[in-house]
């Protein structure tokens, strides 16, 4: 597609509850990151791809969390037994190359989510 | 390690006015240096970046940024602000060649008419 699609757009999930989102990097994108934006923060790394391997888990704020991408290209982010704590912007990056840095990142939109 | 730290949190400017947004960083790696710009329910939207050419950096809509190792700092400014550059922008810094972003704290730019 044109750009990073994140679905759902807005998710309320009650504490406990589990919770997936989803991202659609642009086609073609080796690289894929997901980040936690907290209410009034930037956004914090949680965990990067490169096609269908999780090069860097290490943002994870805990083993609650739990990211993937199977075939290098959909990602999914899970988040299990969600807490008050986890209510935040959750975004995806791509970016074509494996040294981004170099060459630029697209975000998406970004999901909130909101745990009540 | 790296960081960023944006010195001020929110900017009020009148239209037609320059805008001065300031950003320090620490690496301990030469950086790659970027400027990012977030509108209300939208996604993050690259203003401009610096990866170790000229040290004067120019982005679109009229945002530049001047990039100086002796002071650690990438401030971005442009010479006259328009109601749209109403935002928050966000000072990011990553190892050069990197992948992982180190994101500032936010600066929220009002445009008063």
């Known amino acids: 597609g044109a750009g990073v699609s994140q679905s759902p757009r807005y998710k309320v999930a009650k504490r406990g509850q589990d919770v997936a989102l989803r991202c659609d990097p642009i086609s073609g994108h080796v690289s894929l990151f997901w980040y936690q934006q907290a209410l009034g923060q930037g956004p914090e790394f949680l965990t990067y791809f490169q096609n269908e391997a999780q090069l860097d888990k290490s943002g994870l704020p805990s083993d609650r969390f739990f990211a993937e991408r199977p075939e290098g290209s959909v990602s999914t982010l899970k988040i299990q037994r969600t807490q008050q704590e986890d209510s935040a912007v959750y975004l995806c990056?791509?970016?074509?190359?494996?040294?981004?840095?170099?060459?630029?990142?697209?975000f998406g939109s970004g999901t909130r989510l909101t745990v009540v | 390690a790296q960081s960023v730290t944006q010195l001020d949190s929110h900017v009020s400017v009148s239209e037609g006015t320059p805008v001065l947004l300031r950003c320090n960083y620490s690496s301990s790696y030469s950086p790659s240096l970027f400027w990012y710009v977030q509108h209300p329910n939208k996604g993050l939207q690259l203003l401009l970046k610096y990866t170790s050419a000229a040290t004067l950096v120019k982005g679109i809509n009229g945002f530049e940024a001047e990039f100086k190792k002796s002071e650690t700092s990438f401030h971005l400014t442009k010479p006259s602000a328009h109601m749209s550059d109403a935002a928050e922008y966000f000072c990011?810094?990553?190892?050069?060649?990197?992948?992982?972003?180190?994101f500032g704290g936010g600066t929220r730019v009002l445009v008063k008419p």
């Open positions: 990011v810094v990553s190892k050069a060649a990197g992948n992982k972003l180190t």
């Open positions: 990056a791509s970016s074509i190359r494996t040294a981004p840095s170099l060459y630029g990142y697209t």
